[in-house]
């Protein structure tokens, strides 16, 4: 990682997730640890105070924008995809951005967390919207961290392709990235105090302006957006309190023990999930890095996979990971604010996609992307067929007669090699059975 060019940082953070794996910590979280998250305030009774022109001024928006969506046959920057018109999720964010701006007349200032494998396209891309600025100005570069071989747990050496040994180590490093680039105290340097982090794919996310007023007021160092899990939302990571303490804390599918797992996937029960909408205040993030070393504790997430993902049959490894959410439990006074479906609308998957190109999402005039007021706030549930759905080029061919109505639609169940046409409507619970 030196001889990479990794800062103290970033190498601090990656030797405290390696101590992890190498005293087998497994980073689990039964239920019998946690109770429910509740209490928590909505957005409608603390969102009602509009941030001020000065605040603004001291407020950064940012985008998590390092993931290539390779789990959907993508090989470069998932914001990059098309969702409408032959507009892309960057061009409806920068649409979004140039309208916060000239909605409030504040120069709010706008980041993007790059991965060394988003970086190229993402700037390139950027070049036709010089009113933004300089492209390389508006990058913020992620880490990368070596893949530890599973059978050995030394750095993974793969002769074939020298990239494949590195990964990048999730969200998380955040924390890292904006602290070991310096970018961190530049910002404090300058007067910023309070950043506003989101995934590149979620077009609900924008800056709201109720929100900042009440996050600035509150004097809390880290809030969390959360919205009501719904069924498709069943194997996302959950928010939940400490049962010692009542800390908050955030619990990832892969930090569930497999007796656990039906009460990790009850919705009535762990009723909020993680929208990774996160406010944070900058100044306290560094004292809170400075107390700890200059790294957060954030858990560990071991992923197994092969070195070449595209070889199933080359060597196991693990790349360790962390999630900017867990952070939550590093703050003895962090939030969460519960928050409506119109700030989450993401896309991880093929079904994801359909659903955001289809009438059941509305694409506002500022760039949003939210459900459509017949949807009462509810996603429809889309289950494709894997062997015929799972890659975007995939969709795109069953797509290309026109896409389906789904604006009544509940639940689609696709089997089988489907085709669609923009005549299509599928209302209440829809079944598309075309195998032989």
């Keep these: 990682m030196e001889s990479a060019g990794l800062s103290k940082a970033a190498i601090a953070a990656f030797e405290r997730s390696y101590g992890l794996l190498a005293a087998n910590e497994s980073g689990l979280i039964p239920e019998s640890a946690i109770t429910p998250a509740q209490?928590?305030?909505?957005?409608?009774?603390?969102?009602?105070?509009?941030a001020t022109p000065d605040l603004l001024a001291k407020t950064v928006l940012l985008k998590l924008n390092g993931g290539l969506g390779t789990g959907m046959g993508l090989e470069k920057a998932k914001s990059l995809l098309p969702v409408r018109d032959g507009q892309t999720f960057l061009d409806l964010i920068v649409r979004q951005v140039l309208a916060a701006r000239k909605a409030t007349g504040s120069?709010?200032?706008?980041?993007?967390?790059?991965?060394?494998?988003?970086?190229?396209?993402?700037?390139?891309?950027?070049?036709?919207?010089?009113?933004?600025?300089?492209?390389?100005?508006?990058?913020?570069?992620q880490n990368k961290v070596p893949k530890i071989d599973a059978a050995t747990l030394a750095p993974v050496e793969w002769s074939v392709?020298?990239?494949?040994?590195?990964?990048?180590?999730?969200?998380?490093?955040?924390?890292?990235?904006?602290?070991?680039?310096?970018?961190?105290?530049?910002?404090?340097?300058?007067g910023y105090r309070y950043l506003f982090v989101s995934n590149s794919d979620n077009?609900?996310?924008?800056?709201?302006?109720?929100?900042?007023?009440?996050?600035?007021?509150?004097?809390?160092?880290?809030?969390?957006?959360?919205?009501?899990?719904?069924?498709?939302?069943?194997?996302?990571?959950?928010?939940?309190?400490?049962?010692?303490?009542?800390?908050?804390?955030?619990?990832?599918?892969?930090?569930?023990?497999?007796?656990?797992?039906?009460?990790?996937?009850?919705?009535?029960?762990?009723?909020?999930?993680?929208t990774n909408n996160l406010w944070l205040r900058l100044d306290l993030l560094a004292e809170a890095l400075d107390a700890n070393g200059g790294l957060l504790p954030l858990p560990v997430i071991k992923n197994k996979k092969t070195v070449d993902p595209r070889d199933k049959k080359s060597p196991a490894v693990y790349q360790l990971e962390t999630a900017m959410g867990a952070a939550i439990e590093c703050f003895a006074d962090a939030g969460a604010v519960v928050v409506p479906r119109t700030r989450f609308a993401p896309v991880k998957t093929t079904a994801d996609l359909l659903a955001l190109r289809s009438d059941a999402y509305v694409i506002t005039d500022d760039g949003r992307a939210v459900l459509a007021p017949e949807r009462n706030g509810i996603p429809p549930e889309i289950n494709l067929d894997g062997d015929h759905f799972k890659m975007v080029d995939q969709l795109d061919v069953a797509l290309a007669g026109g896409v389906p109505s789904l604006i009544r639609c509940k639940r689609l169940d696709v089997k089988g090699p489907a085709k669609f046409t923009s005549s299509d409507v599928y209302e209440g619970d829809a079944v598309v059975d075309v195998r032989s």
Excluded at 237 to 254: M, V, W
Excluded at 261 to 274: C, E, G, L, P, V
């Design 39 to 50: 209490g928590l305030p909505l957005y409608e009774d603390v969102a009602t105070t509009q």
């Design 161 to 190: 392709d020298r990239d494949h040994e590195w990964c990048p180590p999730g969200h998380g490093d955040l924390y890292p990235a904006i602290l070991g680039s310096g970018m961190l105290q530049q910002l404090l340097d300058a």
């Design 107 to 141: 120069d709010l200032k706008f980041l993007l967390l790059n991965s060394f494998s988003t970086s190229e396209d993402t700037l390139a891309h950027l070049a036709k919207y010089p009113e933004l600025g300089k492209p390389s100005d508006l990058e913020l570069m």
């Design 203 to 274: 077009l609900g996310a924008t800056l709201d302006l109720g929100l900042l007023g009440w996050f600035a007021a509150s004097g809390k160092p880290f809030v969390m957006e959360v919205t009501a899990r719904t069924a498709a939302d069943r194997k996302g990571g959950h928010l939940a309190s400490r049962a010692t303490d009542g800390q908050l804390l955030l619990r990832e599918s892969a930090q569930c023990p497999d007796e656990d797992m039906d009460a990790f996937q009850d919705i009535s029960k762990h009723r909020y999930f993680n």
